[in-house]
Nanobody
Framework: QVQLVESGGGLVQAGGSLRLSCAASGIIFSISAMAWYRQAPGKQREFVAT???????NYADSVKGRFTISRDNAKKTVHLYMNNLKPEDTAVYYCNVPGSASWGQGTQVTVSS
């Protein structure tokens, strides 16, 4: 059973930075792609970034150049480094194994203007 636990969210001013983490279990992490999604109030969940088994990355246009996804296979953890945060980045952030229906509880990110 896949389990995902996100952490690292918080309240930050516009222009600030945060690092989110997602600890995974129940999967062979080293051969699993991983992804981050977010859901803002009243909106659908949207894709943020993904990283392949070999470290190839892809980003939503809205975060490209500001966010960086990385992985630590030894710790079975995926990170999302978020820089130059904007109020529109406010959302609950979730990690996911692409193709899996498993989601963690999410971590709240709030960016004040």
């Amino acid at each position: 059973q896949v389990q995902l636990v996100e952490s690292g969210g918080g309240l930050v001013q516009a222009g600030g930075s945060l690092r989110l983490s997602c600890a995974a279990s129940g999967i062979i992490f080293s051969i699993s792609a991983m992804a981050w999604y977010r859901q803002a109030p009243g909106k659908q969940r949207e894709f943020v970034a993904t990283i392949s088994q070999i470290g190839s990355t892809n980003y939503a246009d809205s975060v490209k150049g500001r966010f960086t996804i990385s992985r630590d296979n030894a710790k079975k953890t995926v990170h999302l480094y978020m820089n130059n945060l904007k109020p529109e980045d406010t959302a609950v952030y979730y990690c996911n194994v692409p193709g899996s229906a498993s989601w963690g509880q999410g971590t709240q990110v709030t960016v004040s203007s």
